[in-house]
């Protein structure tokens, strides 16, 4: 079974501080793992994946195999990353809950 | 718009009622996912096509629920003796080529809302 977990639902940061999102999964095959992001009264959309190794919009996220985390991590909160964040497990994405990310100005 | 397009947006029905939901994905994407997600959780994958075969089914997706993708384009999903339990937001999602780490892209969503 495949099983993501996000373990806080609600994060508000300052702008300008630091963000992490936490993100642990459980899965007995090859992971592939990916942050989505909804902003508000908007679609789901993609964010990054890790094998892309790639870093968006200042966001990003290592595959720890050996802890099984995808934390997302961002140095520097800007407003405009107030939105839901979902960490995603392969192909038929099992999601996890999500976090709630509100940067205050 | 060019994006995966959902219809309808919104759906109130009564408890026993059949309802259907339509899914066009970006064209030539092969793959059509289906997923549900209710109040405060994430989504849930309910069921996949490649092209016009149906690959793989949840077991949240119950005898009641039926999905259909008859040409590899659009796709239909039919909850039939509609409960209060299936009131939750549908998305559809679709992505290109045979990866599994393919980008997925999401339509808007059709929200249920059973009474």
């Known amino acids: 079974a495949q099983r993501v977990t996000q373990p806080e639902k609600l994060l508000s940061v300052f702008k300008g501080a630091p963000v992490e999102l936490k993100c642990n999964y459980s899965y007995s095959g090859s992971p592939e793992l990916f942050w989505y992001v909804q902003y508000s009264r908007q679609r789901l959309q993609l964010l990054l994946r890790h094998i892309s190794r790639e870093s968006i919009k200042g966001f990003t996220a290592d595959l720890n195999k050996g802890e099984t985390s995808f934390h997302l991590k961002k140095p520097f909160a800007q407003e405009e990353d107030s939105a839901m964040y979902y960490c995603?497990?392969?192909?038929?994405?099992?999601f996890g809950k999500g976090n709630q990310v509100v940067v205050i100005p | 718009d060019t994006g995966v397009s959902q219809d309808p947006r919104h759906k109130i029905t009564k408890r026993g009622q059949n309802v259907t939901f339509r899914c066009d994905p970006i064209s030539e994407h092969n793959r059509l996912y289906w997923y549900r997600q209710t109040l405060g959780q994430g989504p849930e994958f309910l069921t996949y096509f490649q092209n016009e075969a149906q690959l793989e089914k949840s077991r949240l997706l119950s005898d009641r629920f039926s999905a259909e993708r008859p040409k590899g384009s659009f796709s239909t999903l039919e909850i039939q003796r509609t409960e209060q339990g299936d009131s939750a937001m549908y998305l559809c999602?679709?992505?290109?080529?045979?990866?599994?780490?393919?980008?997925?892209?999401f339509g808007p969503g059709t929200r249920l809302t059973v009474l």
């Open positions: 999602a679709s992505s290109s080529g045979l990866a599994d780490y393919n980008e997925q892209f």
């Open positions: 995603a497990l392969r192909t038929r994405l099992a």
